[in-house]
């Protein structure tokens, strides 16, 4: 299984960005999708994430100006960004965990994408 990300880019404050990631190889299922973000010298956080029955989560900062959403036909997941913050520049990773896919009866975890930047500065 492998994530591969895109749409990171430079944006200005108060701007817009949609990433997106998507999971390729025997896959059944992905139950969970997510993303997380590590600033320089900061720590990985998790920043939004879906259930496969779609229910969100997103971190206090960022709710209420990002949207998770998924294509599960597709098995991608979609990051859409408004308002961006210069706080905001970061690597965004994409996670998939607990996927089921044709080669066993089992779930796998665990899975990263690659990473794409986000900067917000003017």
């Known amino acids: 299984v492998q994530l591969q990300a895109f749409g990171g880019g430079l944006v200005q404050p108060g701007g817009s960005l949609r990433l997106s990631c998507a999971a390729s190889?025997?896959?059944?299922?992905?139950?969970?999708l997510e993303w997380y973000r590590q600033a320089p010298g900061k720590q990985r956080e998790l920043v939004a994430s879906?259930?496969?029955?779609?229910?969100?989560n997103y971190a206090d900062s960022v709710a209420g100006r990002f949207t998770i959403s998924r294509d599960n036909a597709k098995n991608t997941v979609y990051l859409q960004m408004i308002d961006l913050k210069p706080e905001d520049t970061a690597v965004y990773y994409c996670?998939?965990?607990?996927?089921?896919?044709?080669?066993?009866?089992?779930?796998?975890?665990?899975?990263w994408g690659q990473g794409t930047q986000v900067t917000v500065s003017s």
């Open positions: 879906m259930s496969i029955s779609r229910t969100a």
């Open positions: 190889g025997s896959i059944f299922s992905i139950d969970t």
């Open positions: 996670h998939a965990d607990k996927v089921f896919v044709r080669y066993s009866d089992y779930p796998q975890y665990d899975f």
